[in-house]
């Protein structure tokens, strides 16, 4: 009983607002096969959202603030997963093509970002 008026709610909500979840959700994402992930994730938090719906906010308000929060929680875990993705042969590669080594890792956008911060507090070995 409880799944049948969830699916209710949630078929008046995206026949209301479908439109405009598509918009929020072009808003924040760019590349259209994630946009269509990040759609699939709005959708899926609206229809879960929809059982604590207890009206003491307008649908509208309801179904914005879901897909606000889900699209923002997408969008970290996207940065997330791009933070820690690893390089590739071909960037290592790319990155030999310098004049020296430190070019060469400073270079490589993977590697350059957590190295700075560090190169500072490493002494030079005497050979």
């Not at 078929?11 to 259209?32: C, H, I, K, P, Q």
């Not at 911060?117 to 070995?125: D, E, L, M, T």
């Amino acid at each position: 009983m409880k799944t049948d008026m969830q699916n209710e709610r949630y078929l008046d909500a995206v026949e209301a607002f479908g439109g405009a979840l598509e918009r929020l959700a072009r808003a924040y994402e760019a590349d259209r096969e994630l946009r269509k992930d990040l759609l699939q994730e709005i959708h899926l938090a609206l229809w879960l959202s929809m059982t604590s719906f207890d009206g003491r906010c307008s649908e509208r308000t309801w179904v914005y603030r879901v897909a606000h929060n889900a699209a923002a929680t997408y969008i970290t875990r996207q940065r997330r997963k791009k933070l820690h993705k690893l390089a590739t042969l071909e960037d290592l590669a790319d990155s030999f093509d310098a004049d020296s080594p430190e070019k060469a890792l400073m270079s490589n956008r993977h590697f350059g970002a957590s190295w700075r911060p560090c190169r500072g507090s490493i002494r030079s070995i005497s050979r």
